[in-house]
């Protein structure tokens, strides 16, 4: 049976191992009666319990205190004693967090739809790869990421997977795997800029005029490759390119001091850091002011930094790898994995033929409107939410969610 405006709304616990964007909990607010737990000190000491209380977002959160082992077994606790109240378990990533509802939906009875916005196997890989653990600890921790997507999958309702790369990732251990959006683009808060408007928003960003802006949106992490990127933009600029990087993600001071560690001297005339925006307000105003974005990683699940870009018109250099190798390639110019002369020569490209790129990327704003709009992406999740709970297929349009 189809819901409609009498019906109870839809009782969601939205259940989270460690962080989230503030973007996917706002656009499931408008979708069901949500009530979301989470880790009380990644809740406190991250940006996003400050972030849910200004959107004034209809949200019940139920905080857990403890380390990682004392959230284990406090959010097992948790869900036996309330999984009977909700119609649906929506459990983030397939880790251990999840083991626990998965397993508690299981016994209790009550559906519960996994998501995947990550290879964990591939990003845990990446530590290895750097060094930054032993064979032994990566053999280890293999193991168990290998055992929990294997028993996750096999108890999970569903298994929303973020992407055409992703969704091949979860159908090795979750048959009932399909598409799933996360937050999606907003396209009209991502929208192109025209070129004076550019100039004014950077004046407004205190960025400079006339200089070829380059953005790096991600964090410092394992998984993703600032050093290739910083390398690219230094050969760009001994190239002749008077450009300048910057890095929007959190831990910028790291990225900073990156550059130093690896032996560039110059690093302070042309590379920038800011704290990380919020992402529903002022972040689109810095990719529309940018030339061109770069995303350089070791894996990708998918990249919706690349996508946001596009969305703006702004052309999108990034590594051939993962998710952004799986549906970029007609919209965005992809390098191989680690290759700084391959990036480098893109960026040059990007602004020696600047009406090329943007050509290139407003293609790649039409396939972002008609692929993953913030609208389409929450009509589907409430569709596959709907469709766990009552064990029936109900199409949803996006004119249903709530703009």
Known sequence: ?????????????????GFT????????????????????????????RARVAASRASIRVH?????????????????WRVASQFDVILSQEMLRGSLNATVVGRLRRVPVVTTMSMPALEYFQCRRERRQIGALSAWVGEAIIRGLLAINGRLATRCLALGPYLMQVAARTCPRTEPGYYYGVDTHLFRPAAVHERAVLRQKLD??????????ASRISHEKDPETVIEAVAKARANGLDAVLLNLGGGY??????????????????????PAVHPMRELADYFRAADVLVQGSLEEGLGLSPLEALACETPVVATNVGGMAAHLG???ALTPR??????????LVVAALPEVARRQA???????CREWSREKAFAELRRSLVEAATGTSQPVTPGEVAA
């Open 207 to 216: 960025l400079p005029v006339n200089k070829f802006l380059i953005v790096l």
């Open 362 to 368: 407003r293609r790649g704003r039409d396939y972002v």
């Open 253 to 274: 001071q790291r990225f900073i001091d990156l550059a130093s560690a690896i032996g560039i001297r110059d690093a302070s005339d042309w590379i920038m850091g800011r």
């Open 63 to 79: 905080e857990i205190e403890g380390g990682r082992l004392a959230f284990q077994l406090r959010s097992l606790a948790y869900l």
């Open 1 to 17: 049976m189809r819901p409609d405006a009498t019906d109870p709304p839809l009782r969601v616990l939205f259940f989270v191992e």
């Open 338 to 347: 680690r290759d700084a002369d391959a990036m480098s020569r893109a960026i």
């Open 21 to 48: 964007d503030i973007r996917f909990v706002v656009g499931l607010s408008t979708i069901c009666d949500l009530t979301m737990v989470v880790p009380a000190g990644a809740y406190k000491h991250s940006s996003l």
């Open 330 to 332: 007609a919209y965005a």
